[in-house]
């Protein structure tokens, strides 16, 4: 919804309700704008206030100003003229890296760049999209609507192992243990920096005050959900370090916030600040090694390299492993070539 709410004044007529919602009872007076910013997903608070001025924005069916204060029982409705998408997942003939299937489940090899279900802004091209093409259909959990046999995710620019569960015994079983943290997973990740020791980083972790698309941790726990990693070191590279992540919980954007949050962020991570030269010298020489890796490697370097869980039906435990894909691998080659050459 965040990209439709750049739009033109909006018509009369022909309107149609994408979110509806009624105010709590126990809501303080609180700016409309403000009030919006924690409910509609990813949207600032400049384009929210853009949509009240063009009056696509309703209190109680009339249009209101930014400075109107929400008051509890409110019916506030966003409208647009065009109907809602719907939620069917239409199939798409996208190629899949599937590392094993079975009755009752399977394991996919994410490539970088895939978004995994179908979003704003990504209602194509998903990772869902191309299993309803590839296999028959797949369960869903409650409340979960089109995301078909998905019981976790990884992000768009993240490469690596998921578990899709083909029917609704094995997306339960695989979802409870995801709830109880009993599925193993394993990331491999180059971060700026040189870490000198084996850790662990947790706290809560909730949208950033500064900005909603940034994930951040607070010691506070009402401010998120509490968040796990544990990380190993397993190769120093002078400027950067290759690491071992081992999720006890699995936020979102949890690695890279983590890492950002201890003054490790991962390499080439626009969004946590990754994309730019954290540690090394003022040379020319070494700003033009920089950029070439972040040519090789034009996202974060995060892979979801191994997965284990118990089977559904054998409860047999199962444990999978990923290489690292080509652009990671090339531009840890290019890091190892420098570090021996400044030894």
């Known amino acids: ?46 384009r929210i206030q853009h949509a009240i001025s063009a009056g696509t924005v309703l209190v109680n069916g ?18 647009l003229p065009h109907p809602p998408r719907d939620t069917e997942v239409y199939p ?12 009752d489940l399977l394991i996919v090899n994410k490539p970088a760049g ?22 028959s259909t797949f369960p869903q959990l409650p409340g979960n609507d089109g995301r078909p046999g998905l019981v976790h995710r990884i992000d768009k620019d993240t490469s690596g192992l998921l578990v899709i569960g083909k029917n609704e015994w094995a997306l339960t079983y695989l979802a ?16 700026w920096g040189d870490l000198s020791e084996d850790g662990t980083d947790s706290g809560s972790l909730g949208r950033s005050m500064q900005d909603r698309k940034v994930m951040a941790r607070y010691d506070v726990p009402e401010k998120g959900k509490w968040s796990v990693t544990h990380y190993r070191v397993l190769e120093r590279m002078h400027y950067v ?13 949890q690695i890279r916030a983590h890492m950002q949050s201890i003054g490790h962020p991962l390499f080439n991570d626009a969004v946590y600040g990754g994309d730019r030269i954290v540690k090394g010298t003022v040379f020319s020489k070494y700003r033009q090694f920089v950029e070439n890796c972040f040519a090789l490697l034009p996202r974060q370097a995060l892979h979801a390299q191994s997965l284990g869980f118990r089977h559904p039906t054998s409860k047999k435990q199962m444990d999978f492993l990923s290489p690292l894909p080509p652009d990671f691998s090339a531009c840890l080659e290019k890091w190892r070539g420098y570090a021996l050459s400044s030894d």
């Not at 209101?64 to 409705?77: F, H, L």
């Not at 798409?92 to 009755?103: A, F, G, Q, S, T």
């Not at 995994?116 to 299993?131: D, F």
């Open 114 to 135: 895939m978004v995994v279900h179908p979003g704003y802004n990504n209602y194509t091209g998903t990772l869902v999209n191309a299993l309803v093409y590839h296999f």
């Open 62 to 79: 009339q249009q209101v100003k930014a400075s109107y204060k929400v008051k509890p029982a409110d019916v506030i409705s966003v409208v």
């Open 176 to 191: 409870k243990q995801f709830f109880d943290h009993t599925i193993s997973r394993k990331y491999i990740a180059l971060v």
């Open 92 to 103: 798409e003939n996208i190629p899949l890296d599937i590392y094993y299937e079975d009755d």
């Open 1 to 46: 919804m965040v990209d439709d709410l750049e739009f033109q004044e909006a018509d009369e007529q022909d309107l149609f309700e994408h979110l509806r919602i009624v105010v709590d009872k126990g809501q303080s007076l609180l700016r409309i704008d403000k009030f919006l910013i924690n409910r509609v997903e990813n949207a600032s608070r400049n």
């Open 241 to 253: 370090t290759l690491i071992e992540c081992e999720l006890e919980t699995g936020r979102t954007h």
